[in-house]
């Protein structure tokens, strides 16, 4: 897998700082993880190995005070990856253009920024080629001359695969004990 970020919404279970989050993966083995504060947000930062029903727990101290299902998925269908040469075919008829030597493309990325790209024709067909430096989706433009013919959304996905929060944390019932404070030695912990 590849490392993934989560934005937790923890604030109503405590201090984010003072709270420690466990993963595990679909076979209940724990995975490293790290809890980051970014923005003031609290990140959960893993790495999965498989994809599948994952576990975030929730532990201040030695209380486990939530749990929350963290779903990894397959990669979606998406009409191309990050970093891997994209083309998608219009066929010419479609944009009704006689002479596709007039096309010319305009390709943006998901912010709007124009990047390369190239139009090749092949077989009364267009494709449109780029490689694609972030996910989200871009918009190739085809114009003929000065008009705009046709106007392409090609959604790009992440080489990997995103984790999902599936329900916001559950505060659950506490699974340590009370222990009575005078069996510690202690008289009164609020001291």
């Known amino acids: 897998g590849k490392p993934l970020s989560l934005g937790l919404p923890l604030e109503s279970l405590g201090d984010p700082e003072k709270l420690d989050v466990i993963v595990r993966d679909p076979d209940d083995k724990i995975l490293p993880s790290q809890l ?39 990669p979606v269908e998406k009409d191309g ?49 780029f490689t694609p430096s972030k996910p989200g989706i871009y918009i190739g433009e ?22 999902q929060l599936l329900s916001k944390p559950v505060v659950g019932k506490p699974l340590s004990a009370k222990i009575p404070c005078e069996d510690l030695g202690v008289d009164d912990l609020s001291k």
């Open 36 to 74: 980051v504060m970014e923005d003031g947000k609290p990140q959960l930062k893993f790495t999965p190995k498989t994809a599948g029903p994952h576990k975030g727990e929730v532990y201040s101290g030695m209380t486990k005070v939530a749990e929350f299902p963290i779903s990894i998925g397959e």
């Open 81 to 129: 990856i990050v970093g891997v040469p994209v083309s998608s075919t219009i066929p010419l008829e479609v944009l009704g253009v006689e002479d596709p030597k007039t096309l010319r493309l305009i390709t943006k990325d998901p912010d709007g920024k124009v990047i390369p790209s190239k139009l090749v024709m092949k077989d009364g067909d267009v494709s449109l080629e």
């Open 142 to 163: 085809i114009y003929a001359g000065d008009v705009k013919v046709a106007e392409i959304p090609i959604e790009i996905g992440e080489p990997d695969v995103l984790p």
